[in-house]
């Protein structure tokens, strides 16, 4: 098993920046990718980002292309989403997800929690 805790999400304006982190723990293991995917009320979970295992690879979908920054630190079993430029629309639920490199859901085997993160306009 492998435990995902989210943190950093708030409230901020739009224009304003946030990283959020997400910590692993339990089986952690080399090859295993990250990803992030978000969820509005009301709609599905969306892609955001996935980094392969040893951060050599990043993906976003486009509408994050240039604003936000995927990024691990495999000595703290950690993953970040810098985000930069935010917009109203991206307002969600920002959800941690650990299993194959992919944006669809049904490629991660473990999830965290997830953290609220909601721009004002």
């Known amino acids: 098993q492998v435990q995902l805790v989210e943190s950093g999400g708030g409230l901020v304006q739009a224009g304003d920046s946030l990283r959020l982190s997400c910590a692993a723990s339990g089986r952690t293991r080399v090859g295993i990718a990250m990803g992030w995917f978000r969820q509005a009320p009301g709609k599905e979970r969306k892609f955001v980002a996935a980094?392969?295992?040893?951060?050599?690879?990043?993906y976003y979908t486009d509408s994050v292309k240039g604003r936000f920054t995927i990024s691990r630190d495999s000595a703290k079993n950690t993953v970040y989403l810098q985000m930069t430029g935010l917009k109203p629309e991206d307002t969600a639920v920002y959800y941690c997800?650990?299993?194959?490199?992919?944006?669809?859901?049904?490629?991660?085997?473990?999830w965290g929690q997830g953290t609220q993160v909601t721009v004002s306009s």
């Open positions: 980094i392969s295992w040893n951060g050599g690879s990043t």
């Open positions: 997800a650990a299993g194959s490199v992919a944006s669809v859901t049904s490629a991660y085997n473990y």
